[in-house]
């Protein structure tokens, strides 16, 4: 992935936050979950800066958006703990795996600062954005 | 918000911890999580002393209190595993988000040492100081 | 600060980059050292990541830029283990902050990637940007 | 060291932090380097903060002033890299040891945010109240 379409992601998710009245932070991060590019909307709580980093590394370390984790990594899980690993990760919705139109891992989105629903259909609307 | 405000949010708390018979730990922070002023009572625990400034911090990161925070913070709640981001959150009351005339968030007070019954009633009782 | 200066900041040392030929990450931080945006342009090296927020995080820390920061925490400074300190601050430059048209600091931009007299060169040409 | 004590250092070297017109952060520690009482004062750089900590910390750990700390500390002297132990410890002045009547360790103050020549004035004067 290139800073180009990260950019275009951040542009995407920002308008989709606009449009649901909503103050949030956004994180790229590479198939490599190294960060590529991250915005804080005004407004925004601090808490949800790392957040925003956390839940995309969550979707790219597991290949798996993190509402799906959630569902494994959780005392009722099957792998209860995985959440603990890896610097910590986050058990709950807004990081969205990114593919190419191969199906392969490009990287991933991670959005918070607003409820849960919003924070998923955020990085929803950007990772439906075509591919550059 | 200034130190002589937070000085006397201290000295408030510290007479409603007298009042109740406990000894605690009590931070104040900034609105973007700085300390501002912190005292540890004779005969708190030590263990209270990060405690404090962690329910602090969580109250002014996610703009609510740490008894509130707890309820979605928790395995049974939307956002769990979010007590672990920041550096370590605190999921538990204590932590009370501290507002100008206006509103606004100025920062957030964090009291540990005693009961979280009596950690709250002494958070509250220091908030509802009227700001400087 | 808010988010469209940070992004014009942004776009700023970016052309600079460009106009250098180097390829460098580009943090962005309020007065309070919370990040507010970031970029890593294609075929920068990973560990300039970090390097670009911790040399934005010392400036504004310190009211100084990374530069001068680093004549004081040197073994040979006044304040050797200083840059010890909040984390690990960033003993040379590419860190500059930023000041409203008052002089007051808002924040401060990190840049890291290239040689640190062109890291230097693209935070300058950044901050040199009018305040929006 | 009782909390009163603690409040009365804190407010002897905040009288001398406005005679000498600095803004500083002022850090107390028990014998067991266990915080006690904090505060910054309006318009200190918030890097401040943890060096002040750190440098009450040093003082207290190794019962020495950091100034004096820093002659063995340091690349040139005898101990090079005891600053890298205990979480990081402070090789500049401004951290001074409270020591009882009796001579015996009761704590240390820390000073930080401005000259190091200010911080060590202020730390010492605060150092020389008698002992409740």
Known sequence: MQLSHAMSLLSAARSEADHLGVSVSISIVDAAAWPMAFIRMDG?????????????????????DSADFAKIAHPDGGAYSLENTNGGLTSFGGGVVLKGTDGSVMGAIGVSGASTEDDIAIARAAAAQPAA
């Open 44 to 64: 925004c709580p601090l808490g949800a800066i790392e957040v925003s980093h956390k839940k995309a590394r969550t979707a790219v370390l597991f290949q798996m």
